[in-house]
Every structure is written in C-alpha cells, then in structure tokens.
T-cell receptor
Framework: SQQGEEDPQALSIQEGENATMNCSYK?????LQWYRQNSGRGLVHLIL?????REKHSGRLRVTLDTSKKSSSLLITASRAADTASYFC?????????????FGAGTQVVVTP | EPEVTQTPSHQVTQMGQEVILRCVPI?????FYWYRQILGQKVEFLVS????????KSEIFDDQFSVERPDGSNFTLKIRSTKLEDSAMYFC???????????FGQGTRLTVV
C-alpha cells in the first residue's frame, strides 16, 4: 500500500502546548495534504505541500516535507481546546493520473483546557 | 468561501433499497470524487469523475455503485441495492485541477438497517 501513515495514533496535550504529528509514505508523491476532522464531521482542508516544497505555514499550522525520508510533519503551535480533532494526511501520487488521494489512519488530538 | 455541499446529512435505509447521495461541487471545479469512511477506519477512495465520465474507480466501486452529473451541477452517487456493510460516511470532494487542494463536503452518514 502507498498510503501515508500517521504517528502518533493519539496525542493528548494541554492548551498552549505545541502538537506535532508525522506522516510517512512509501514512494514519490505529487503532493501531500493535511485535513482535520471533528468527531463525525466533514474533512476540512488545512494545507497542501507539493513535492518541490519543504515548508508551508498557515496561521498556527506549520507543515514540513522531507522527500528524502518520505515524511511530513504537521505542527500546531499554541494549541487550543478547539484544535481537538483527528488529523489526516493524504497523498497524491504521480501514478494516480486522476488525482485520487490516499489517506492515512489519522492522529487523534485531544487538547485539554 | 466556496464550499462543497452534500445532501442529505444523514440517511437511514433498509437493506436492499436504493439510495442516492447528492453533492454540489464548487462551481469552477472539474474533478469530482467520492470517498467513504467506515466508522473508525480510514477514508477510502471510491471513484473519480472528469469530463462527464468515470476516470478511475476502486475495487469497492462495484456494479452496485454508479455516479452521474445529470444536470451539470449536482454530482450523485447511487447505491442500487444497499447492504449492511455500505453503512459509512460518504464524502464528495472536488478540485479545479490536479495537484491542487481537494475540498470535501460535510459528508452523508449512511446507515443501512
């Protein structure tokens, strides 16, 4: 399987702390996208990072991509209770001509006040 | 901000019945997808649709499934004869070109009883 795999599976932190989660994949990618899912709800797009990019920021989110290690990380700085959600990475591969995304199992993040 | 809209948000149906899940894509998007997420599992690709035809489908997308864009706006997923194992959250996703952000709807929770 080429699917990205996140770690850790679960993360529990206190408000104000940073949360870091990682995604590893197996072969070269076109891009990697991070999504958030609140319990039982829709997938909210966070950041897309392409294979020729190394780092992207959006507000309190920072995503890095290391193509040599085939891994990406998502950092949430100064976390808030509202950041409690599951976070997924999804990869798009050059071999998938029509742009399907392959999702990892996700990291469940709980931020306690 | 433009968004992908899915209806209904929740559908309960009896085994063997037909269901149609509806999606209104973002207006200038050309690539359309259906994914599903069985409770507690990964998000799985079902089918991609471009230029009014299926461009790729997964093994899950068997003869019981079909997609169409009947009126140039709605994008529908039909399950002809539902099974218990079809119970899942179904997500529609759209994007304007490949290697760009894929935006997901809020999902339809399908419960087959």
């Amino acid at each position: 399987s080429q699917q990205g795999e996140e770690d850790p599976q679960a993360l529990s932190i206190q408000e104000g702390e940073n949360a870091t989660m990682n995604c590893s994949y197996k072969t070269s990618i076109n891009n990697l996208q991070w999504y958030r899912q609140n319990s039982g709800r829709g997938l909210v797009h966070l950041i897309l990072i392409r294979s020729n990019e190394r780092e992207k920021h959006s507000g309190r989110l920072r995503v890095t991509l290391d193509t040599s290690k085939k891994s990406s990380s998502l950092l949430i700085t100064a976390s808030r209770a509202a950041d409690t959600a599951s976070y997924f990475c999804a990869t798009e591969y050059p071999t998938d001509s029509w742009g399907k995304l392959q999702f990892g199992a996700g990291t469940q993040v709980v931020v306690t006040p | 901000e433009p968004e992908v809209t899915q209806t209904p948000s929740h559908q309960v149906t009896q085994m063997g019945q037909e269901v149609i899940l509806r999606c209104v894509p973002i207006s200038n998007h050309l690539y359309f997808y259906w994914y599903r997420q069985i409770l507690g599992q990964k998000v799985e690709f079902l089918v991609s649709f471009y230029n009014n035809e299926i461009s790729e489908k997964s093994e899950i997308f068997d003869d019981q499934f079909s997609v169409e864009r009947p009126d140039g706006s709605n994008f529908t997923l039909k399950i002809r004869s539902t099974k218990l194992e079809d119970s899942a959250m179904y997500f529609c996703a759209t994007r304007d070109t490949l290697n760009t952000e894929a935006f997901f709807g809020q999902g339809t929770r399908l419960t087959v009883v």
